[in-house]
C-alpha cells in the first residue's frame, strides 16, 4: 500500500461521481460533437462519418468505428511532450484509443451502419483523473449525433446503435472504495478499475489494474456494483444530452 | 485571379474584423491560458514556464520564448489526420509555430525573462481562417498572464514584455481589399498578407503570399494600413482581457 | 454472437488448460531466460539486469521492471510486417508489454531491488493463442532467475519478489466457458478476459473484453474462478522450472 | 538592436548586390539544372518533370510545380546534421521549400503545363546567406529549361512560364539599409525581409522578419525598393543564362 | 594488428568449423522453417511464400526472393535496444539482410519460381559471431522447404533452385588463419572474410574487411580455400536437413 | 548470364579507368574537402574535424574517423526520393556509408589522432556508376587535408595517416574482364566487386556481389590484378592533388 495522505472527499461521498455535463454540438464541423466535463475533466470527443472502410472490410457491405485521443499538452499539471512534436503516440494513448474504440463498436450494429465508418476524436483540454472513461461516456453521444445524421439523411433505414454504453473509474484508496477518481485519488489509489457498461447493465470491457496493492475477488465484485452506481447516472446524462439536441 | 464568387460581407464590411472575444484563464493548469475566438475560429493558447533553457542558451542568464501549434483533427470542414498518429507535423505546422515564436519573441526582453523559457501552445478547436493570426493574438494574453505569476511570485522584478503584439490576415478579393478573412474567403482570395504588429505600430512580421495573382506595392501598402486599423481593435481586447483578470 | 462454429475440445475439456513447459536457463546470455510452451504457443523470455534506472526514479534507491514484447514475423500464421522495419511498434504491442510489466511489478518490492532495473523481453516465436498470458507466466520465471543471481552474488540481500504471479485467459464461446484459448478459440468467442493472479489468489490485472457480445456480473466470477483454477497449475510449473534450476 | 559591430562592406556598397553567376545545364541527368553563385552562396538548382500529378489534381488537365530543398552537411560554418540520418526535415527547411513551390506556381499557367509535374530541386552546396532567395532565382531557370524541353518534343504547345521570376533578401542593420546580405550580416541585422518579385515588379511573396528591433512602414517600403534594384539584376543574368543554352 | 590474447582453440583445431545442426520444420506454421545452431549461435530461418511480388516486376512472370534479419535483444552478450522500439533497423542489420536475399537469389532462377515472392526471416535467438554466414546457411534450407511445398503442391513444376549455397566466415588473427569465428575470435582478428560459395564451387559473394590490420592476396586466396572446406560440410548437412524432412 | 548488348568501350580499352580528377579545397567552410570526377561521376567529399568523439570512446585517448553518403535526388537517370523527406536513410546508403567509414579508419592511427572525430561527408552530385569507390578514394583527400589543417595548427604532432587507401570497381561482362565500370555496365554485368587497396597494395575491402552469374577463384584472382592496376593510377592522383595544394 503506498499510504500517501489522501484527505477525504469535502464536496461528495466516497460512492458519489463527480459533476457531470454534457454539451452537444460543441464544435461547428464534425458530424457530431460534445465537450464533456467530469469534475475537472474536460474532453471535446467529435465522431466524422467517413463513407471509406478499412482495408479488412472492404466489400463486405458492413461498417467500423474507430477511435483516437489525445491531451492538449497543457492540459494536466506539468506540461506533456506533444506527440505530434515527439512523432509518435505513447504507449498510453494507443492503449486508450483502443478501449474507445472496441467500447463503441460493441454497441453497434456493424450490418445497419453499412459500409462507412465513424471516426472517433478525444482530445482531454483539461485532464483531473477519468480521461478514458469520461472520452467513452463523451464518445457514445457524439456518435449517436453522428448515426441521427445519417438517419435524417436518410443514408440508413435502421438505427445501428443497440443500446447506450458508458464508462467510469472505481478505486480502492486505504480500505476506503472510490467512485470516480480525480487526479490525486488516482495517483495514491492501491488498484483502479474502469468499468464499461450498457444500459442494460452487461459489462463490455473491465480493466483492473493494481500497481500499488492486489485485490481481492470480493473487492472486485463491490467496485464493479459502485461503478455500475455510476454509470447509470451518466447513461441519463447522455440521453438528457441527446434529447436536448 | 481565381474569379470564384464570394458573396459579399452581410454582417460586416469589408474593412471591418470578425467579433473578437478573448477569455483568460481558460484552463486550470496552465501558467497561462485564454480562449480566443475571432468569428467561428476558436483557438486555446497557453503558456508553461520552464525553469531550463534550449542548449544553446546555457549559462547565459537570457531566456527564452518558443511555440508549438496545432488543429484538432475535427476542427475544421473534412477531418485532417492526427499529426500524432501522422508521426509528423506538416510543413504548413511547422512554419506557423516558428511564426508565433518568433512574433512573440520580438517584444520580450530576453535578459529581464531571466534563465528560463517559456512554451506557448496554440491548439485550434474550431477553424475558420486566419488560426494562425488568432494564435499570435491569444498566445500574447497567455504569455502575460504566465509573466505576471513570474513577476507576483518575485522570481522576476522586471516586466521583459517590451509592449503588446498582435496580428491579422488582409487578402485582395477580385479587387477588393479584405479584413480578417474567414476560410471561404482565403481559400478564394488572390494574395492574402499576414501582418503582425506592436502596440506603438511597428511591423514584426510581414508574411505575404500570392498563389493566385501577385500584388502590387501600393496594393501592398493599402493592406498594411487596413491590417494596422484591425490590429488596434484586438490590442484593446488583450488589453481587456488582461485587466479582467 | 458470432456463432462461429468451432468444433468441440478433443484433447482437453472446456475447463482444462493446455500442456504447459516451462525450460530455464534456455538461453546462455541473459540474466535471466525461459522457453515457456503452452499448447502450440511458444514464447522466450529473457531478464536483463541494468544497474542504471530510468530517469523519474534517479537518486531514489528503488528499483524498477520493465518489458517489451514482440512477435517473430513468421510466428503466426500468414506472416506478420515485422515491426522493426515498420519502424513502430502497433498498439497491441505496447499494450501487452505495457501489461507484462504492470503485472510483475506488483509482487516486487522496489526498495529491495535497490536502484538498478530487469528488463523483460518476450519474444513469441510460435504464436496460436494466449501469448500475452504466457508471456506473463514465462516472464515471472526469467525475473525470479535474475534475482537469485543478484541474491547469489550479494549484489542485494533479501529477496524482492514478494509472491508469485501468473497469467491465463478464459472466454466465452456460445455459452461455454472456455480456460486457456487456443487461436481459432480466441478469434471467434464473444468475449475474453485475461485474469493476472498471485500465488496468494489475489487479482493483480484483469482486462475483460467484449467485441462480439457483452457478458454479466455473473459470467465475470464464474470465469474468474474458472481462471483461478488454471493459474494454479501454471504456478507450480514455475516453481518446479525454478527448483529444477 | 543587437549594436553587433559589423564592418563596412570593402567591395560593394550597401545598396549593391554579391556577384552573381547562373551556369545552366550544370548537371547531365536533369531535365533542367543549373549552378547559381551569389558571391560565396552556391546552389545547385535542377528541375525534373514528372508525368504524374499530386493526388488532388488527379483528372483535372491541370499541371503542378513543387520544391525540395537541402543543404550539404558541411556546406555552412560547423557542420550541420544530416537531415535523411536525422530522420527529418527542419522546420527551417521546410518553410524554404514551401516558399520556393510557391514563388515558381505564381508564374506558371498550371493549365498551359498541362497533367505533368515539375519537381524542382534547389541543394546549397556552400552557404553565406542568402540561400533561399538563390534557390527561388536558379529555380526559375532550371523550371525554365524543363519547359523548354517539353516545348521542343513538343509535348506542350504553349510556354506556360507567363514571366520571370526573382529573389533577394534585404535587411536593416544599425540603420543601415543593405542589399543581399551575407551570412555575418543576416546574423547581426535587426530586420530582414526576403523579396519575391517578377519582371513586371509585381510582388509573389514577401516575407518580413524582425528578430532584434521592429521595424516600420517606412523601412519596409525603402527595403523593397532596394530589393527591386536587386532583382532587375538577377532577371537579366537570369535572361543571359536562358539565351546562352 | 591489435594482439589481443585470445587463446588457443581447445576443441577444435583452427581450421575446423564449429558443431553445426539444422532442425527443419521449426515452426508450425512457416511454409518453411529451420533451428540452425553453429556452436553456440543459433538462428530461426523461415520462408514464407507470398503470392504478391514487388512493385518492379509486376506483370513480368518472373519472382523474388528478398530477406529480413533480426537479434532479440536479449541474444547476445549486453541487452542490444529492440529496433522495434528505437524505431529503425540498425545499418548493420540492413547491411545483413541485403547479403542474405543477394545469396539467395544468386541460386534461384526466378522465371522457374513464377510470379511470387518468397519472404525469408532470420531471427536470431542467441549470438556468438558468425550470425549472417549461419543465417544464409540456414535460409538456404527453410526457401528449399518451401520451394518443395510449392512443388507437391502443383503450383510450379520446375525446381526453381539452381543448386545449394551456404556461407562461412574466416579471419585472420595473429597471423593464424581461422575457420568459422566465434565472437571473441571475431572481436579481435585483423580481418575477417564471410564467403558465400556455391555447391559447384563459385563464388556468390565475399566481404572481406581490415579494421585492424590489412591483409594481402595471398592470404585472401588462402582464406578462401580454408572457408571452401567449411562450406563443404555445411553443404552436407543441408541435403541431410532436407532429407530427413 | 544476363546478355544485356552492351556496347565494346570506344574511348578506353577494358583495363583503362575512366578519367579522373580531384579538386582539393571545392568548399570553403569544410576543414577539408574536394570534388572528385571519375568520368561522369562527380562526388563532393569534405572532411569535418570534431573535438568530441562517440560514446565508445569517451576517456580513452583516441579518436575516430566516420562518414555518411548522400545523393542528390536528380544526381541520377530518374529522380530518386529525397531521403531527408522520406524520413530514413535506404539501405543502400547506410551500407555505403559504413564502408566509407571502414575504409578509412584502415588507415589511420587512432592513438595519434588523439580524443577527436573527423566526420566525412560524401555527396554525389552526379552519378554515372562507381559512387561508393569515388567516395572512398576523395574522401582520402579530404581527410587528409583535414588531418594536415591539425598539424600545422599543431593540434597533433604526428600524422596519422599511416598511408594512402583508393578505390575500385571491377566486373565481369559476358566474359569480358572491366575495370571501373560506368553505370550502363555495372547495370548489365555479371558480378562486380570494389576493391580498396593501400599504397602498399594490402586489400583492405573487397566486397564482391554476383546478383547474374557467380565466379570462379581464378576470375576473382584476375580481377584483383586488374583493380590494382586502377588504384596505382589513383593513389598517384591523391598524392598529385595534395601536392598541388
Known sequence: MKNIPIPDRIDRADNEPRELSITPNFLAHADGSVLICCGQTKVIC?????ENVP????????GWVTAEYGMLPASANGRMRREAAA????????????????????????EKLGSRQILIDCDVIQADGGTR??????????????????????????????????AISVGILNDRLLL?????EDSACDADINVVMTASQQLVEIQGTAEGATFSMQ????????????????LAAQQQALADN
Chains 1, 2, 3, 4, 5, 6 share one sequence.
Open 180 to 184: 470516480d477518481l480525480d487526479y490525486p
Open 133 to 166: 472513461t469520461a472520452s467513452i461516456s463523451g464518445a457514445f453521444v457524439a456518435l449517436s449525433l453522428a448515426v441521427n445524421q445519417l438517419l435524417a439523411r436518410g443514408v440508413i433505414s435502421e438505427n445501428p446503435i443497440r443500446e447506450a454504453v458508458a
Open 219 to 234: 473487492q472486485l465484485n463491490e467496485l464493479i456494483s459502485l461503478a455500475q452506481k455510476g454509470i447509470e447516472q451518466i
Open 46 to 50: 467529435t465522431a466524422t462519418i467517413d
Open 55 to 62: 482495408a479488412f472490410l472492404k466489400n463486405q457491405g458492413r
Open 87 to 110: 512523432g509518435k503516440q505513447s504507449g498510453r494513448t494507443q492503449e486508450i484509443q483502443r478501449l474507445i474504440g472496441r467500447s463503441l463498436r460493441a454497441v453497434v450494429d456493424m
